[in-house]
């Protein structure tokens, strides 16, 4: 049994998440929480290597793509994750093992499957904050941003089957928040939320 608490904010790229959850670990920090704050793909081997592949729009066979996200789950959730929540620690992760079912299910793999194995794996999360966007509002934030776009999954069509995977997932541990707006206003969202599913939390 975990003692701490496991928070995955996830979505398509440029939700919103990473913004939102920093905003978040400030919060939970003033209130007196040991946070973990962390993020898939992680720096080690695996997270690295799926990086390059990222950046350079190879494409790897689907089996073979979600294996190296595998592992790098697995190495994170053996180094850290596992480690702080035994600690008592509240982990913040930014992506966890919804983006393999909703990913690499949109490469054509059963995201039901993946979705089955994901929770027989791995710890399971106390809530996962899932933004929702429309695909081309998200390109355009990262677009915005200056950010190159990362040809292997950053593509429209490819995000619209994305959205569709996350759209249908059926977990009790997801908690939808919309993220389209101002960052203040999906902050407001993300505070209603936590609030009516963790009223313990500050
Ligand atoms: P991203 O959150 O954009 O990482 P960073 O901002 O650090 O580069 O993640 C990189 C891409 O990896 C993103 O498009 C989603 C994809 N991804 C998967 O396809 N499956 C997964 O299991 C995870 C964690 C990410």
Redesign the pocket.
């Known amino acids: 049994m975990n003692s701490g608490l496991l928070l995955a904010f996830d979505g398509l790229?440029g939700c919103g998440k990473t913004t939102q959850l920093a905003r978040f670990a400030l919060r939970l920090r003033a209130a007196g929480h040991d946070v973990l704050e962390t993020?898939?793909?992680t720096e080690g081997v695996w997270g690295r290597r799926?990086?390059a592949m990222?950046r350079s729009g190879e494409r790897v066979p689907a089996d073979e793509e979600l294996r190296w996200?595998v592992e790098d789950?697995a190495e994170h959730v053996e180094r850290e994750i596992a480690p702080a929540l035994a600690a008592g620690r509240t982990v913040l992760t930014?992506?966890y093992t919804l983006?393999?079912v909703a990913?690499?299910g949109a490469r054509g793999l059963d995201w039901r499957e993946l979705l089955a194995d994901a929770e027989a794996r791995f710890p399971l999360p106390d809530l996962v904050l899932l933004f929702e966007i429309e695909p081309a509002a998200g390109m355009a934030r990262i677009r915005a941003r200056g950010e190159p776009l990362?040809p292997s999954?950053?593509e429209t069509g490819f995000l619209t089957r994305v959205a569709q995977v996350f759209a249908a997932l059926p977990c009790s541990y997801i908690e939808r928040i919309a993220g389209a707006g101002s960052v203040d206003r999906v902050e407001a969202r993300v505070r209603a939320a936590l609030e009516r599913r963790l009223p313990d939390l500050f």
């Open positions: 790229d993020h898939e793909p799926i990086r990222a996200f789950r930014d992506r983006s393999t990913y690499q990362e999954f950053e």
